[in-house]
């Protein structure tokens, strides 16, 4: 059976290094794009001969005007390679949404993530508190090796300061 995930082109606004190895990247939100708290899509890197499918969550809420992406930086990634390269204004291609990982009931929710694993954990949290106005207990437990490891230490906090639950 074919796969009919529709494809969209767009463009990069910003990139941001938010530790030794690993990347922000803020992209334009293209027309028609429609999406949940949680979910992902997948890049096609452009290589030698063809283009290879990369998956990435969506930091992003379904409100906010742009897509925000947190790339962890693999030594031998193909992607890891090529998005410190690209440019402000340069166009890359990705097929989406895909998966299943939203909060479908609001109840009190606990989200556990290491690493870059904190991507959909930060739009689901913000799309809970922000659009869903969920009155019920959020907790967070984010787990890092390292101190100069540690990111979006202030966007968490603004949350956790902006909202009782």
Not at 88 to 116: H, K, M, N, W
Not at 135 to 143: A, D, H, V
């Amino acid at each position: 059976m074919a796969d009919t995930t529709p494809r969209y082109t767009t463009k990069l606004l910003e990139k941001k290094s938010l530790t030794h190895n690993v990347l922000e990247l803020t992209f334009e939100k293209p027309e028609n794009f429609t999406f949940q708290a949680g979910q992902f899509v997948r890049f096609f890197i452009p290589d030698t001969t063809n283009e290879l499918p990369r998956s990435y969550s969506l930091v992003s809420t379904p409100s906010d005007n742009t897509l925000v992406f947190c790339v962890k930086l693999l030594p031998e990634g193909k992607a890891s390679a090529y998005f410190p390269t690209m440019h402000i204004g340069q166009t890359i291609d990705f097929d989406g949404p895909r998966g299943r990982f939203c909060v479908t009931e609001q109840t009190p929710l606990y989200f556990v993530a290491t690493g870059s694993g904190i991507a959909p954990m930060l739009g689901l949290i913000r799309d809970e508190l922000e659009y869903k106005k969920n009155t019920n207990e959020i907790s967070l437990l984010f787990g890092l090796r390292h101190k100069e490891d540690i990111f979006w230490q202030d966007e968490f906090a603004a949350l956790q300061n902006t909202y009782e639950n």
